[in-house]
């Protein structure tokens, strides 16, 4: 059944009620189960637009904020829905035209990405031969744009572009069903001796190995290569992001997120709920150093998914970690984007490096404070080996108690501006 068949097909009293009782009406079905009754009331809410989309967005945060994970779960699926296409699990009314993508903009590594993952999909019979044609039409389009010298450009659909792969491109294709399994967090790690490594020498950086068990690792893996979800297209290098709003989303995923604040209460305390999950792709080679930054979060969760053989270069491919916090003046589009900014500053500081080498199913618990950054990734071609790690982001940076002043170093703090909306990221606060 889908939930075209589950709306009325009649305007009910219900249907005409005000958005707040609705969206109250809303939240009781969620809370209390009734996932089917929720989406097809959802439906009705997107009949406001952009307003449904804000307030599922506020519903959400309130949920983190509440650790309320299994809310979560449910409005960051509502809030997918801007991503649907004809394929999506939960179909749309065959009367409802698509929601037009908040990101079409075309450029060759996500055409070339989309191809391979539809071919790596329709190997697995996951989706149907016509398709082929579709994966032909991607590959000419990215030549095209290539043979006028736009390897490297965003371009805006065209109309025309829009009637080829409109129904498709950076839309929810397919989406794995991965729930959750026995135990997600491995037994191999000792969560006191992790919270004492992490709080007793003042490092704020833990590595853990073997981080996932293989059934959720393998669980997870799955669903990265899968799900077509891979929407956040403004980065460099072939890079591509997948937020939790966006359809980064599983079960599975916030079981990780909540085994983890259950395992190290005293490192993910009460005081820092969930705030973000994202995934990140390489499909390219990436050079060293391109990517520092701080997050917005008090402690930041990393870790890697992809097999170790795909590692083109066994010494690169991992994370450098400093051992310098980004000033709380500093607002997120310098901590979080100047690039030449930071590295100066890290310079002026003397800053030291702690690099983690990549390894498959290795965590990286730090300070979200600390700069970091990929430092150089050489994997193999191939959608199939395309290095893809996953974050969970806690707390807000404004709240951490880790955070080190620099108060003795004034000079550092004016000579770079001084901006006070530091610890909010976009990626979380703005409709993507």
Known sequence: ??????????????????????????????????????????????????????????ALERAMQQGDFTLMGQLGKLLAYR???????????????????????????????????????????????????????????????????????????SDAERALIGNTYNRIVHLPDVGRVARALSPSWNPRDIEARFLEHGEGLVVIDDFLTPQALQDLHRFAMQATVWTGIRYAFGRF???FQDGFNCPLLLQVAEELQAALPHVITPRYPLRQIWGFKNADDLPADVNLHADFAAVNVNFWLTPDDCNLSPDTGGMKVYDVDAPLAWDFHTYNGRTDIIKAFLRENKARATYIPYRRNR?????????????????????????????????????DQLHRSLSSRPDLQTRWGRHNSAWRSPAFGRHR
């Open 83 to 157: 991503w649907h296409s004809p394929w999506h699990p939960e179909r749309l009314p065959t009367d409802q035209p698509l929601p037009r993508v908040p990101r079409d903009i075309l450029t060759v590594s996500k055409l070339r990405h989309d191809a391979g993952q539809f071919a790596y999909l329709r190997q697995l019979g996951l989706l149907d031969a016509t398709f082929d044609a579709t994966i032909n039409i991607y590959h000419h389009l990215a030549d095209r744009l290539v043979a006028a010298g736009q390897s490297e450009a965003r371009k805006e659909m």
């Open 241 to 243: 992001g997948a937020f």
């Open 1 to 58: 059944m889908s939930l075209a068949d589950l709306l009325p097909a009649a305007p009910t009293p219900a249907d005409k009620a005000a958005p707040a009782e609705r969206r109250r009406r809303l939240l009781t079905l969620l809370n209390t189960g009734d996932t089917n009754a929720a989406h097809a009331l959802w439906l009705q809410e997107l009949a406001t637009g952009d307003p449904a989309y804000r307030w599922a967005q506020s």
């Open 363 to 399: 965590c990286v618990l730090f300070n979200s404070d600390l700069f970091h950054g990929t430092h150089e990734v050489h994997f193999k071609p191939g959608f199939e080996h395309h290095r893809i790690n996953v974050t969970m982001l806690y707390g807000q940076r404004e709240n």
